[in-house]
């Protein structure tokens, strides 16, 4: 079959990497994909928001089935647009449908389907710039740190978590009177501090059956030690050591089954991946955020970690059959570690030219930020690649990903150097 990828990331270089293994995949394309995924399928240069390009694309090739890596096309509804074409209906798309992208697309949508399925998350009320002094009030009603998150998509930089009452109410104007995060931030949700230990859970669904993949936790701050500004992600690691079975077991029952058969009950159309993010408060888990893709840089560790043919997991995704499929985990721990542009999460200079990707022995190097140019890898985005490594232990496996680093170079790289220090 003919599969296209959406997106340009270290998630998507992941996710054709997977696929090109199975025999399944005659032709692969990723649009707009980067200079990783050019060495294994075939990059055509249409953004993943650009739904009429990528009709005509997929009805000159011959494509079966769309995966869409990242959030912004399936809250704009890219899955809505192919099932109301009758010339591109019978593709598969792996991704939910518009009204069930609500679920990352909107925080207060996400916080309402948690209380209405009873599932446990932190208190919270959501305001706007007309009650904005009924934030401040309700701000003034909990403990320190405060929580404030944008309501729409705000390219993981939505969050803002501060110790100080009068600081957080600054921030809550700025999101939401100054318009901080555009639309974003026109509806902020304020919600209780959880004090724990956070880890990603990912979910395949077909709408009814689904499947569990294998833990994750990454690395949100630019800062060694946890400090410094939230990022799209600084490193991995999988599985999750302190995630014993009991404590799996309470993802599974308290949160997973209520989630997917919540999706029943509201008539939310899902086929696709739910990545839940987890804090573990005690012994508990709690649900911080949906999103409704895989994360990054986690599927940099959380697809070499699974043995099956993932085209057969797409298509039972697609098919309403993956109650058949049987999932097959690698027993090894699987770590990444992310180089990022110097400046990053804020300016950052791009074209750097990147070295040594040829010198790498026993890792996976996973481009994100990097392009092609003038037959050179050059950088490209703020997280630039991904170096992903197995173990027989997460600390070996992460041992390696740090000796290939080494062999690595573009000017002003940055990495941080304790991804796992904390387990």
């Known amino acids: 079959m003919n599969i296209l990828i959406l997106g340009s990331g270290g998630r998507e270089h992941t996710f054709a990497w997977k696929i090109a293994q199975s025999p399944k995949c005659k032709n692969l394309y990723v649009a707009p994909g980067n200079s990783g995924t050019s060495e294994i399928a075939t990059n055509v240069n249409i953004s993943a928001n650009d739904f009429e390009a990528i009709k005509k694309l997929v009805l000159k090739e011959g494509i079966n089935m769309v995966v869409v890596g990242p959030e912004d096309p399936l809250v704009q509804g890219v899955h809505d647009y192919f099932l109301n074409d009758e010339s591109i209906k019978h593709v598969s798309v792996i991704g939910p449908q518009r009204i069930s992208a609500q679920l990352e697309g909107s925080k207060e949508f996400a916080k ?3 209380y209405r399925h009873q599932i446990p998350t932190a208190a919270y009320e959501s305001f706007t710039k007309d009650t904005v002094e009924n934030g401040y009030a309700f701000l003034e009603t909990l403990k320190p740190p405060y929580v404030l998150k944008a ?13 100080d009452l009068d600081e957080a109410k600054a921030e809550l104007k700025s999101m939401l009177v100054d318009a901080k995060f555009g639309q974003a931030s026109n509806k902020v949700v304020i919600e209780e501090f959880l004090d724990g230990i956070e880890l990603s859970c990912f979910v395949l669904t077909d709408g009814k059956n689904y ?49 997917i058969n919540g999706f029943e009950k509201d008539h939310l159309p899902y086929v696709g991946f739910v990545f839940i993010g987890l804090i573990k408060v005690g012994d508990d888990p709690k649900v911080i955020e949906y999103n409704v893709r895989m994360g990054d840089p986690e599927t940099e560790v959380v697809l070499p970690r699974l043995k099956n043919d993932f085209v057969d997991i797409l298509q039972a995704m697609a098919n309403g059959t993956l109650d058949k499929i049987n999932i ?46 003038d037959g050179k890898i050059v950088t490209s985005g703020g997280r630039v690649m991904a170096i992903t490594s197995y173990g027989n232990t997460y600390k070996e496996a992460i041992k390696k990903s740090y000796q290939n680093i080494e062999r690595l170079h573009f000017d002003k790289m940055y990495y941080r150097k304790d991804i796992g220090f904390d387990l």
């Open 151 to 163: 309501d729409g998509l705000a390219a993981g930089k939505g969050v803002v978590i501060l110790n």
């Open 328 to 373: 097959e985990i690698d027993e090894r721990a699987a770590t990444t570690i992310m180089l990022v542009s110097g400046g990053y999460p804020e300016a950052y200079e791009t074209d750097k030219e990147i070295t040594g990707v040829n010198l790498i022995e026993d890792s996976i190097a996973f481009h994100a930020g990097a392009q092609l140019k």
């Open 211 to 259: 499947k569990i993949l294998p833990t994750a936790k990454d690395y949100k701050r630019i800062g060694e030690g946890d400090t410094g500004l939230n990022t799209g992600g600084m490193g991995a690691v999988s599985p999750v050591p302190f995630a014993t079975d009991d404590f799996l077991n309470k993802i599974e029952e308290r949160i997973v089954k209520p989630t």
């Open 112 to 114: 309402e389907f948690l």
